[in-house]
């Protein structure tokens, strides 16, 4: 079972995502910022991280700036989550080492497809 760690300050947003990925067979965890984050990954790196873009304490570019730089970081595929159709942010999660993102909000079949893309379905 493929662990998937989800980082999103919208507890709705997290259930909705956690009822997703349950759903396609991944052990969840959850934080509510950036910061949370990095602290469970320092404690045990997921297999794939779900990361929103805007979050209190640490936002999500942050956060992954921060993760990539750590030992085992460059390890978890990770799918930024934009509201903003904005090339721009995509642009800035790519180069700060995101490997897909998807735009809020989101179904089964286009997270499926993200997660296909990343390898981890
Ligand atoms: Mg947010």
Redesign the pocket.
């Known amino acids: 079972m493929k662990n998937c760690l989800i980082v ?3 507890r709705v ?1 997290r259930k909705v995502s956690r009822h997703l990925l349950e759903g396609m067979g991944f052990a969840v965890t959850e934080a509510a910022d950036g910061k949370d984050a990095l602290e469970q990954c320092t404690a045990q790196m997921p297999d794939v991280i779900l990361l ?4 209190p304490v640490m936002s ?1 570019l942050e956060f992954l700036g921060h993760l990539r730089d750590q030992e085992g970081g460059d390890q978890p595929r990770v799918v930024f989550c934009t ?1 903003e159709n904005d090339i721009d942010h995509i642009r800035a999660a790519i180069d700060a080492g995101a490997d897909e993102y998807v735009m809020k909000p989101f179904d089964r079949e286009t997270l499926h497809v993200k997660l296909q893309l990343v390898g981890m379905v």
């Open positions: 999103d300050d919208s947003i929103d873009w805007n979050m999500g509201t």
